[in-house]
């Protein structure tokens, strides 16, 4: 009788222990899993030049994955938003990169609490502002030196900052105010212009002459590129936790993921 009480106790334990283990591989799998993300260590920084894109309503999240997916260190993502139109979004966006609110000035700042997010900043102002009123707002609350105005509905292929950031650093000895591209509304204007009243528009872009540089890189998708057979997803490996987890589903030749953005 005393034998197998020892022998029960001892199963229960090693269940115990066992399961301890497992809990322990999936927490740190899931935690190596949103690292995967919002990577942005495939590049090295280029000549130190930072950026800061900021993003005025963004069409959906969508948008906003694809601006935390560019391939650029020295990066963040500034998103601006009206609370009255887009609180719907806001609430995707803070479930998704578990944002806590700090305030501001102009309304309510978020950030994530984890680190693999803090790419990532969200103003949502309370009060009815335009496109030029949230670009604005952006940029009062980036952290770089360079801004990138991009519009809503624009995505960013991967190693679009790299090109920009190449196109400053080459400039060696020269100020680089202006960095205009030949897609529309994608312009890189320096933080010191800014502050000098020179805003996005293409007429204060036509003043600074001189400090102007243009690159005729591509660097948006096109929406043949994003409608076409081959899909961009935030994560290019899946493995068999992933089906465990009841996130991911095989259908035909596609995989599904079943989070909710």
């Given amino acids: 009788m005393i034998l197998v009480i020892v ?8 269940l115990i222990v066992a399961v301890v283990f497992v809990c322990r591989c999936y927490r740190i799998f899931l935690s190596t899993r949103l690292l995967g993300l919002s990577t942005a ?20 999240i969508a948008t906003v994955v694809n601006l935390l997916g560019v391939r650029y260190p020295c990066s963040e993502v500034v998103v601006a938003i009206d609370r009255r139109r887009h609180n719907n979004l806001l609430l995707q966006l803070k479930m998704r990169y578990s944002l806590v609110g700090l305030q501001c000035l102009d309304g309510e700042l978020f950030r994530s609490y984890r680190c693999c997010f803090r790419r990532l ?7 009815s502002l335009g496109y030029d ?16 105005a991009v519009p809503p509905s624009v995505r960013l292929i991967a190693d679009s900052l790299g090109f920009i950031a190449d196109s400053i650093a080459s400039k060696i ?9 030949s897609e529309r509304g994608v312009v890189v204007l320096s933080r010191s212009a800014w ?12 003043v600074l002459q001189q400090s102007r540089i243009h ?13 076409g057979s081959d899909v961009m997803i935030e ?12 996130n991911i589903m095989k259908y035909r030749k596609k995989l599904l993921s079943l989070k909710k953005p």
């Fill in 173 to 181: 000895g020269d100020r680089v105010d202006i960095v205009t591209t």
């Fill in 195 to 206: 502050r000098r009243g020179v805003s996005f528009s293409l007429q204060s872009i036509s």
């Fill in 133 to 148: 009123g949230l670009l604005d707002l952006a940029a009062r609350n980036a952290m770089y030196d360079y801004l990138m």
């Fill in 235 to 246: 994560r290019a490996r899946y493995n068999f936790w992933d089906f465990l987890a009841l």
């Fill in 41 to 60: 260590s495939e590049v090295d920084s280029v000549g130190g030049v930072a950026i800061s894109i900021l993003c005025p309503s963004p069409e959906g």
């Fill in 7 to 14: 022998a029960i106790s001892i199963a229960i334990l090693l």
């Fill in 121 to 127: 900043v969200v103003v949502a102002s309370d009060s």
């Fill in 215 to 227: 690159i005729n890189q591509i660097i948006t998708l096109d929406v043949e590129s994003e409608s």
